[in-house]
């Protein structure tokens, strides 16, 4: 069956593999969606330290399921439309053994440590499965980057009394705007691009703030009589971004930082010790899923707007080229894998 490797940085192209064997508690998935993450193009780039070339990329799943293993439960059934949990846990390390299997010592994650899904078919653990009866496929292919940023909020600990920003609205920074603004948070969100700042409000940010055009930090204090967010949130993944977040917190507030910087961060300790922050590292996600598979469900947002643009797979070199050029105004890129 087709797949697309990345051979070395910038090279994408088609090979022809081996059709997945699937176990008894397995199931086998024809993959219709892929959803291209800032990992797979930091891996393009040649930028990503966890990926090793070839690497076939793609974590961000929807399909059909057509084939189960005979220890599947009912719950599952051929002709499902289903989603993916793309990260592996040991079981026995010390986050594994406090029940934090999304930061599992030894994670391999599809497409990232091992290859992922950016294939025909793929075969996957049936408890990492997740399936719709009333979702799209285009929507289902949303909720695992979606579920990180809920993730980060729930790391967060975000609730109704909070002021929260969102530092950088991509489609994780969107998760993470949702989860706050679903439990009733005020939501601030911060960006580069008008359009993702327009759609940052659209899902319920009472306010928004280009970073280019205007000073942040002055306008979050105005924003919050001088006090300064609750919990910031960082979704950006760059030294300015990191920085503004600590700036802009107020004291005793929390900091969650899912980005991933592609250079080194320079933190002001000073300020971290004298408003005594909470500093939290949010990677990947629990099992959020159902939750976030419920908010999609109750068609509370209009979800599919965060598609930026959909590559035929015969076209996935281009797209990764397409996102590398374009790279500020793409929300989220699909590759339709099959009609």
């Not at 892929?34 to 193009?41: A, M, N, Q, Y």
């Not at 280009?210 to 910031?232: F, P, Q, R, Y």
């Amino acid at each position: 069956m087709k797949a697309f490797v990345i051979e070395e940085a910038f090279n994408v192209k088609a090979i022809n593999i081996s059709e997945p064997k699937m176990g008894v508690a397995d199931v086998l998935i024809e993959v219709h969606y892929l959803g291209l993450c800032g990992s797979d193009l930091n891996s393009y780039k040649g930028l990503m330290p966890l990926v090793t070339f070839p690497r076939i990329p793609g974590h961000e799943i929807s399909g059909v399921i057509i084939d189960k293993g005979s220890e599947v439960p009912n719950t599952i059934n051929i002709g499902d439309k289903a989603t993916v949990s793309p990260y592996t846990n040991c079981g026995i390390c010390p986050a594994c053994r406090q029940g934090r299997t999304n930061t599992c010592e030894f994670n391999q994650t599809l497409g990232v440590q091992r290859d992922g899904a950016l294939t025909e078919r793929i075969v996957v653990p049936f408890d990492k499965v997740f399936v719709s009866r009333t979702l799209s496929l285009e929507e289902l292919v949303l909720i695992e980057p979606m579920s990180v940023g809920y993730h980060g909020a729930n790391r967060g600990s975000v609730s109704e009394a909070d002021t929260v920003m969102i530092l950088g609205c991509g489609t994780i920074g969107m998760g993470a705007l949702c989860a706050a603004v679903r439990k009733g948070a005020t939501v601030i969100g911060v960006d580069i691009d008008d359009a993702k700042l327009a759609q940052a409000k659209k899902f319920g940010a009472q306010h928004t703030l280009n970073s280019v055009k205007e000073n942040v930090k002055e306008d979050i204090s105005l924003l919050t009589n001088n006090e300064g967010v609750s919990v910031a949130i960082e979704a950006a993944g760059t030294p300015v971004t990191f920085t503004l977040a600590i700036d802009c917190v107020c004291f005793a507030g929390r900091v969650v930082t899912i980005g991933y910087s592609k250079s080194v961060v320079e933190l002001n300790t000073q300020l971290i010790v004298r408003k005594e922050l909470n500093l939290l590292g949010s990677r990947n996600a629990l099992r959020v899923f159902p939750s976030v598979i419920n908010m999609f469900e109750k068609k509370l947002m209009p979800f599919a707007d965060m598609i930026t643009r959909v590559f035929p797979f015969g076209e996935t070199p281009e797209a990764f080229k397409y996102w590398k050029d374009n790279q500020g105004i793409v929300s989220k890129i699909l590759i339709e894998v099959k009609k």
